[in-house]
């Protein structure tokens, strides 16, 4: 099993680094600094906690202590699957203290996944909870170690039974084991709704300057409290500017045990936070609750809207719904990150997914020959930069789909560029409906849905048509108390004055999506659902 590396090309590199964007800063003296800067400050609460940035970096000196004595040695690869709690943040700085690499695992991951990621990453160890909504974590612990027998250690945070208590451990490491700023920190899983994740290699070097920049962007400073409801080892709630985005700024980090409105209304309440970052599921549930909540939520500022298409029908309610500044961000997990900039007119919150972070992230928009199409029509988005990375770990024919010769990544998503460097999303490559040769972008259909105040949700996908090739077919969620029918409907949706061929073929009233482990719809899923249940009874016309 080979090392995981990220390598750019040396005149990138060296670029890179005299724009100062790599700063030769690991995340073990990251922490350090911070410590020191910001000592007593709180840098994390969650139910049960309440640490200084000095009490975190000692938690982490010992975790490090504790993981050193197990007999792991810097390099090793450990994975960690941890629900939003502090000890997610002493755990995975004690790992870099000591020179360790994590594997990035969502809670809601299962056998699958865990052993899949565990045997692709070559880990030596796992570390989990105990126990998490109603799930424990150690079956699938030894399982793990059943199926893979490279796992050594297990640390459980929490009751350990046979296992490791990670509150047992003891000692203290003084200093962060030095590692090259350069090399792999961790691994994060790609981000895709189908398929088992691929592992992606992120440098400190690259990953510090992402979040460092996106704090900055974001409006994130001392003063700001970050609240952390999407699963923290995703990326977008650890960079985007995410917690490593708050910590950096001296900022405080609340973590909430789950993303539901009234949970997080309160903590909002109670901690004042001023950021939170959302995916655009979650986001319309909090603009339904929000008017009837007892809680005071007038402290928050700026709500981070990604990991897919925030319709601009939803965008443009959440001013007047929440109180606070939308901020869009349109990223991968892969690298380039955009987002609209807070002092943005309405209409570039609303209705585009930003501009990218740095003015070295290159940006093509391709045909689907390579050739660039005019400004301001749609294309295949390329790109590479100083935090793209030019390869995934151990995917060599990934790789040759995913990246070209000269280093650019294709990120499989469909946008258009508008003035100003502002990327609009018009989906991925394999959401475009492609009708009797027609081709139908499902995003489009989806915000003419979601114009209708009787839609809360709605997504359109495909499905195989023995005369047109495929038609379209459009999952809708009704809004609370709508009696919408799927006549009045498509009515609606063909008085927008759009081409007939954009109309739904079919709609299928449903209660609720299926997603993904971070709240994204999965697609697949969908169509599976189609296919199994809602064809098979009829519904739907």
Request: proline residues 7%.
């Amino acid at each position: 099993m080979n090392d995981p590396q990220q390598i750019w090309p040396e005149e990138f590199a060296a670029r890179y680094r005299a724009e100062g964007y790599w700063r030769g800063e690991t995340f073990g003296m990251m922490l350090d600094r911070l410590a020191a800067e910001f000592g007593g400050r709180v840098a994390v609460v969650d139910a049960a906690h309440r640490w200084s940035y000095a009490e975190l970096a000692e938690r982490a000196r010992v975790a490090a202590a504790g993981f050193a004595a197990l007999g792991l040695n810097p390099g090793d690869r450990v994975v960690v699957q941890m629900p939003n709690r502090a000890e997610f943040l002493s755990v995975v700085f004690g790992l870099f203290y000591a020179g360790l690499v994590p594997v990035y695992v969502l809670p809601a991951h299962r056998e699958t996944e865990v052993l899949h990621l565990a045997a692709k990453s070559g880990a030596r160890a796992y570390v989990c909870a105990d126990r998490h909504d109603g799930f424990d974590y150690r079956p699938l612990a030894r399982a793990l170690k059943a199926a893979v027998p490279a796992i050594g250690p297990v640390v459980v945070v929490g009751e350990a039974e046979e296992f490791i208590p990670f509150d047992g451990f003891t000692g203290r490491m003084a200093a962060p084991v030095p590692r090259d700023p350069g090399s792999v920190a961790f691994l994060q899983i790609s981000g895709g709704s189908t398929g088992l994740p691929k592992l992606i290699p992120r440098t400190h070097d690259d990953y510090i300057y992402s979040f460092r920049a996106s704090a900055d962007i974001c409006g994130v400073t001392a003063d700001s409290v970050y609240l952390v409801a999407l699963p923290a080892a995703h990326n977008f709630p650890m960079s985007s500017p995410g917690f490593m985005g708050a910590l950096i700024a001296g900022a405080r980090v609340v973590m909430a045990p789950n993303p539901a409105p009234e949970t997080c209304f309160a903590l909002i309440a109670q901690e004042k936070v001023t950021h939170v970052g959302l995916v655009p599921p979650l986001a319309l549930l909090w603009m339904q609750a929000a008017p009837r909540t007892k809680h005071d939520i007038s402290s928050l500022q700026v709500l981070n809207v990604g990991g897919a298409k925030f319709m601009p029908e939803s965008a443009a309610r959440v001013r007047p719904v929440l109180g606070c500044t939308l901020q869009q961000v349109f990223g991968m997990a892969e690298g380039l990150v955009n987002y609209t900039r807070l002092d943005d007119p309405e209409d570039i919150i609303t209705q585009t997914q930003g501009r990218p972070i740095s003015p070295d992230d290159e940006v093509l928009i391709l045909d689907d020959a390579g050739q660039p199409v005019p400004e301001g029509e749609p294309g295949n988005l390329f790109t590479r930069g100083p935090y793209t990375i030019r390869g995934y770990y151990e995917e060599p024919a990934a790789n040759a789909r995913s990246f070209t010769p000269d280093g650019f990544y294709r990120t499989g998503d469909v946008v258009r560029r508008l003035p100003g460097g502002y990327l609009e999303v018009r989906g991925r490559a394999t959401d475009h409906i492609n009708r009797a040769g027609e081709k139908i972008s499902a995003e489009e259909v989806e915000d003419h849905l979601l114009a209708h105040p009787g839609v809360f949700d709605a997504a359109v996908v495909a499905v195989p048509d023995r005369f047109l090739g495929e038609k379209s077919c459009a999952f809708v969620i009704r809004a609370e108390g709508a009696d919408l029918t799927v006549r009045e409907l498509k009515s609606f949706v063909r008085g927008r004055g759009i081409a007939e061929f954009k109309v739904p073929d079919q709609i299928v009233f449903v209660p609720e999506f299926q997603t993904t482990a971070v709240g994204k719809i999965s697609r697949k899923a969908l169509r599976a659902a189609l296919k199994e249940k809602y064809l098979s009874e009829g519904n739907g016309s």
